[in-house]
């Protein structure tokens, strides 16, 4: 028994995940938007709070919040087969690229971008296709990086972090929840992700966090207000060369035959699909499984510590 023990921490100990240092079915009934998609981005930005505030008041109706209940433990998913829950960021730019995401044969879940034009249209492409769906919500990286419109930002108003979650979630019809697009710094500032998690409604509630600094206080955030919460464990395509790609679906099997399973996530390079579609019937051939983020969550005992491995494939 103890050499099989020793075997397991040695197979961990011996995979190398990524974690990188810089740098995303229902349309939400019983809620009212406002229609932040029809303003120009840069108007979501110059109006003034108090009107923003305003206009919550006459259009968002929001109905009497109920006090979330925490978390109770759920069964661990059944060690009768490794699984992985794929996520696909930065999904809605290239309409190309998303039909290459949509078409791949298995259940996984498209993190789409919020600002991209046709979110919305990418969206219901990806419910059909059965994927699930999360808000890639731009966030506030450590240095000069661009997250995009409409970004989550330290020092932002209550008001305005606000406005700018419900946007997201207005342009990306069906999402289960939101992860980070960035985000390095917004998301170590614990008091900023409660303000953005506490406009997440329950029809969203899952945050997954991306991990783009091993200080992310979002899971955090997170579990404090009742949300599911889920992490990264490995990214797929950090150095963008198909050995590395590769390497880290091997990376992916290891610790999903470990553990049960394994949340990996890519983007949608060339390089990358290709990889994946190379990889796919063989590891179904091997024995994973598939699955979605929201059947993760329905199998995972949330209110555990999740085994996170973290090391930087830099030098």
């Given amino acids: 028994m103890a050499s099989v023990v020793v075997a397991t921490a040695y197979g961990l100990g011996a995979?190398?995940?990524?974690?990188?240092?810089?740098?995303?079915?229902s349309d939400l009934?019983?809620?009212t938007f406002v229609d932040f998609a029809a303003l120009d981005r840069e108007e979501i930005s110059s109006t003034p709070s108090s009107d923003r505030a305003r206009a919550r008041t006459v259009t968002y109706e929001r109905a009497a919040p109920e006090p979330r209940q925490p978390h109770q433990a759920l069964p661990a998913?059944?060690?009768?087969k490794p699984r992985i829950a794929l996520v696909i960021d930065d999904v809605g730019l290239d309409l190309g690229a998303a039909d290459r995401v949509a078409n791949l044969p298995v259940p996984l879940t498209s993190a789409i971008l919020p600002y991209a034009e046709q979110s919305a249209d990418v969206s219901r492409q990806m419910r059909a296709a059965g994927h699930d769906v999360l808000v890639h919500m731009p966030m506030e990286p450590v240095g000069l990086a661009d997250p995009g419109p409409n970004a989550l930002r330290v020092g932002l108003s209550a008001a305005d972090i606000e406005a700018r979650v419900l946007w997201g979630l207005a342009r990306v019809p069906g999402a289960i929840g939101l992860n980070?697009?960035?985000?390095?710094?917004?998301t170590r500032d614990a008091?900023?992700?409660r303000l953005a998690l506490s406009a997440v409604p329950a029809e969203a509630g899952l945050f997954l966090d991306s991990m783009t600094t091993s200080q992310s206080r979002g899971a955090l955030a997170a579990r404090g207000l009742g949300l599911n919460v889920l992490e990264r464990d490995i990214f797929l395509d950090h150095v963008l060369e198909p050995a590395a790609i590769e390497a880290r679906l091997a990376d992916a099997e290891a610790l999903s035959e470990l553990r049960g399973w394994a949340l990996v996530i890519g983007h949608p390079h060339d390089v990358t699909l290709d990889a994946l579609e190379s990889w796919i019937d063989g590891a179904q051939a091997r024995g994973i499984e598939f699955i979605t983020l929201s059947e993760l969550v329905e199998h995972t005992a949330l209110d555990q510590p999740q085994p996170q491995i973290q090391a930087s494939i830099r030098p």
Avoid: K, L, Y
């Fill in 15 to 25: 995979i190398v995940f990524s974690i990188a240092s810089a740098d995303a079915t």
């Fill in 180 to 186: 980070n697009h960035m985000g390095s710094r917004f």
């Fill in 191 to 193: 008091e900023a992700m």
């Fill in 29 to 31: 009934p019983d809620r």
């Fill in 77 to 80: 998913i059944p060690q009768d």
